[in-house]
C-alpha cells in the first residue's frame, strides 16, 4: 500500500529573481541587436518560461501530490510560493476540516421496522497518497462508505425500547455515534481519512407507519409505567406487612392480609385518588 513521504519544495523566490534575470539579459540582447546574443537570448527566455512553470502555491492546511510521468515523488505541505521540476504534476489536496450530511435514508431497524435516518461526518485527509492512490474519488468514497455505514447501523439496533440492556437509535445517541464512528472509520482507512466524528442528524419512523408507531410508543410507555408502579406497590405491601408483624402492631390472620393487600395495591396503583372507608369492625381502611 502506498503511503504518503513529505518533500521539501525550494522556496519559489530564488527561482522567481533569477528568471526575473534571465529576463533583463533577454531585453538587454535585444537592444544590443548582436545577431548571435539574440539567438543566446531567445534560448535563455525558452528555458526561462520553461521553469517558470515550475513555480507553485501552497496554502495553509493544503497538500501538493507530486508525480513524474505516473510516479509519485512525494507531498509537499509548507506553505509559501515553492518551486519543483517543471516535468512534475502537482495535484492540490485540501488537508482541512470538513464535514456532509448524509441523505435521509429508509432502512428496517433490527426489529423491521422502517425508519429514516441521516448523519453528519467530521472528517479530514491525513495521508494524501493513500487518498490519490488508493480510490478513484476519495471524496466520493467518503460519502458512498458513510451511507453504507449508517445503513448497517439502523439494521443493528431497535429505533426505540424501554429496556435498558438493549441500545436503541433515539435512546443511546451517545454510544451510537461513537459506533458509526467508529464503523466508517475503518471503511475509510485504505483512502487515508480520518473520520474525527459522526452523529445522527435525523431519526424518524417512515411516514407509512409514524402513527400506528406513535400508539405502540404511548401504549409501550403506559405498560413500562404500570410495571414500574406495581413493583414499588408490592414492595410498600411487603414493608406495610412485616413492619405490622415485627412491631406487633396488629394481628392478622391470611383472610385480612389478603384483603389487606388488596386494598393497599387499589391504592397504590390506582390513577384516580381513594376515598377511605373505616371499618369500626376491623380497625383497617
Known amino acids: 500500500m502506498l503511503k504518503e513521504k513529505e518533500r521539501k519544495a525550494v522556496s519559489g523566490w530564488g527561482p522567481l529573481i533569477l528568471f526575473f534575470f534571465f529576463d533583463l539579459f533577454f531585453i538587454a540582447g535585444i537592444i544590443i541587436l548582436v545577431p548571435w546574443l539574440k539567438i543566446v537570448f531567445t534560448v535563455l527566455l525558452v528555458l526561462d518560461i520553461f521553469f517558470l512553470t515550475g513555480l507553485f502555491f501552497i496554502n495553509p492546511n493544503e497538500g501538493r501530490v507530486l508525480q513524474l510521468f505516473g510516479k509519485y515523488k512525494g507531498t509537499a505541505k509548507e506553505p509559501g510560493l515553492r518551486w519543483a521540476n517543471p ?78 440492556e438493549r441500545v436503541s437509535l433515539r435512546g443511546h445517541t451517545a454510544t451510537i455515534s461513537d459506533q458509526l464512528r467508529i464503523e466508517i472509520q475503518e471503511r475509510l482507512a485504505q483512502a487515508g481519512v480520518e473520520v474525527l466524528e459522526a452523529r445522527i442528524s435525523h431519526l424518524a419512523y417512515a411516514p407509512e407507519i409514524a402513527e400506528a408507531m406513535l400508539r405502540r410508543q404511548q401504549a409501550g410507555a403506559v405498560i413500562a409505567a404500570r410495571q414500574l408502579i406495581v413493583e414499588g406497590a408490592v414492595g410498600m405491601v411487603e414493608m406495610a406487612l412485616e413492619q405490622l408483624s415485627s412491631k406487633k402492631i396488629l394481628e392478622l390472620d391470611e383472610e385480612k392480609k389478603a384483603a389487606m393487600v388488596s386494598n393497599l395495591l387499589v391504592v397504590l396503583c390506582g390513577e384516580t385518588s381513594t376515598q377511605p372507608v373505616v371499618n369500626t369492625g376491623t380497625l383497617y381502611h
Open 87 to 164: 516535468l512534475y504534476t502537482k495535484r492540490r489536496i485540501s488537508l482541512r476540516v470538513r464535514n456532509f450530511e448524509t441523505n435521509r435514508l429508509k432502512v428496517n431497524d433490527v426489529d423491521g421496522n422502517p425508519v429514516e435516518i441521516g448523519a453528519i461526518v467530521v472528517w479530514k485527509v491525513v495521508d494524501t497518497a493513500e487518498a490519490c492512490f488508493q480510490v478513484d474519488n476519495y471524496e466520493e468514497f467518503v460519502k458512498i462508505q458513510s451511507e453504507a455505514a449508517v445503513r448497517n447501523l439502523a439494521t443493528q439496533h431497535p429505533y426505540d425500547t424501554h429496556h435498558d
